[in-house]
């Protein structure tokens, strides 16, 4: 017990290292799932880059929509790419961070285009924002948009 | 026509391989390297800092604070660290010193059984130790072992080196860098944090058995000690912090043997008593 009080900074920082790896698995992992079923049933909303639906219409509603989502890293992935910092490589704590919050900032998108009645959205794009700024000592984290111009044929006649 | 937004590929944007796995390559790599370059570092610190000018080490010891004792020396201490440099100046003639190295004995009044040389040529023993002495030849041995590191340039090769590793260290961690160097530095001129090898040991050995023949014709005393130290030790453990810094071990003791005999040494002769100051440091009463 002794040894844990005269290294306790070593002893928190492993505590909170096998917390953000343990936590953060678990998370991700029920994350993908949820994300993975979700774009099934939400298949049916289509989503474009493209300026102008691909089979164009005379006459049709149109709405902004947009997804948001905020993320940050965990203390574990922070950890690793600290020490990725010194050698380089992929960032893969960060890649399937940033992949879970772009398909997740679409998802939302497609959820607020459904909800206002709308199975197409054109012009679809990406933004991200820091929140931390960058700046040394602070938890990387983001904000991810995505937004884009739903599009129905017009109801009213 | 049909369109479909078909699900994403999961094999390409990111890796599916165990994060885990990762960690474990980049923690070791990581580790190793600093490992490798801190060693590397380290010895050619610690060869630089031995081609220190002499005169600079004695400026470093001043920066630092030495110190020696715990508060105002009293008359009995003056009069035993008098007792202790009349020694060390018996064996200095024998240590081929450099000119410009100035030993300087200094005592210190605490229960610990240690002793040790540091910055400076200033070499520090410990009531508890010098309470443990049976003769002059034992403690001359000591002696002639810390002036010997202090001749060899042992304490500031391994400031250097720890100065070095501190370096390395501060390059991952700033704050973890920081603890160390101020450790190495020494905290309150201490500097009883210099730790040296095994190799340092036994050439500090091998010129003190040197010294002790050359000053009392007989190699007497130069194995005692480490019977004096393992006595202490089985009383109590926590004071004999000479074991830690001096790893006791039986090829030492057997090293000094072997090159007493090579040399022709004479094993053991008359031994000279300690001279009354000195017999009478007495260890403390065990506090209750």
């Known amino acids: 017990m002794e040894l844990v009080f005269q290294n306790l900074d070593l002893f928190l920082f492993l505590f909170l290292l096998a917390l953000g790896f343990s936590i953060g698995r678990i998370l ?22 493209n300026r102008f639906p ?9 709405r902004l929509v947009s997804g948001a989502v905020v993320i940050s890293s965990d203390y574990f992935k922070q950890f690793v790419a600290g020490l990725r910092n010194l050698v380089g ?19 939302r998108m497609k959820e607020d285009a459904k909800r206002a009645g709308y199975s197409m959205i054109v012009n679809v794009k990406i933004e991200n924002t820091s929140i931390s700024g960058g700046r040394a000592g602070t938890m990387p984290s983001f904000e991810l948009l995505a937004y884009g111009t739903a599009i129905r044929p017009a109801r009213s006649a | 026509m049909r369109f479909e937004n078909r699900t994403p590929d999961e094999s390409v944007n990111y890796g599916i391989e165990h994060p885990l796995k990762e960690f474990a390559w980049l923690l070791g790599g990581v580790l190793g390297g600093l490992f490798i370059l801190s060693l590397l570092l380290g010895y050619f610190a610690g060869e630089l800092a031995a081609r220190l000018p002499y005169r600079y080490e004695k400026n470093l010891a001043a920066e630092f604070g030495f110190r020696s004792g715990n508060g105002q020396p009293d008359a009995q201490a003056a009069a035993i660290e008098r007792s202790l440099n009349r020694l060390a100046a018996r064996l200095v003639p024998h240590m081929a010193l450099p000119d410009d190295m100035r030993i300087t004995v200094h005592y210190d009044d605490s229960p610990v059984v240690n002793a040790y040389a540091t910055l400076g040529g200033n070499v520090v023993i410990f009531k508890g ?27 500031v090769r391994s400031l250097g080196r720890g100065v070095a590793f501190a370096i390395v260290l501060s390059a991952i961690n700033a704050g973890m860098g920081h603890s160390v160097a101020s450790n190495v530095l020494g905290n309150a001129g201490g500097l009883t944090l210099l730790k ?6 036994s050439d500090a050995d091998a010129e003190a058995l040197a010294a002790v023949v050359a000053a009392y014709r007989h190699a007497g005393g130069s194995s005692e000690i480490f019977q004096v130290l393992e006595h202490a030790a089985g009383s109590e453990p926590g004071r004999v912090t000479m074991l830690s810094t001096h790893p006791l071990s039986q090829d030492r003791i057997d090293a000094v043997a072997e090159l007493a005999k090579q040399r022709g040494w004479a094993l053991d002769g008359p031994r000279t008593p300690l001279d009354a100051v000195l017999a009478g440091v007495h260890a403390d009463e065990k506090p209750h």
Do not use: K
């Open chain 1, 28 to 49: 991700e992992l029920r994350h993908y799932r949820s994300i993975r079923q979700r774009e099934q049933s939400l298949a049916d909303i289509l989503a474009f880059t």
């Open chain 1, 54 to 62: 691909p089979n164009p219409v005379d006459r049709h509603d149109v």
């Open chain 1, 89 to 107: 490589g992929r960032f893969r704590g960060y890649e399937t961070l940033l992949d879970r919050a772009r398909r997740e900032a679409i998802l």
């Open chain 2, 129 to 155: 130790l010098l309470a443990g002495m049976p003769d002059e030849n034992t403690l001359a041995m000591v002696l002639a072992h810390e002036i010997a590191h202090a001749r060899l340039r042992h304490p």
């Open chain 2, 196 to 201: 040296y090898s095994r190799d340092q040991e």
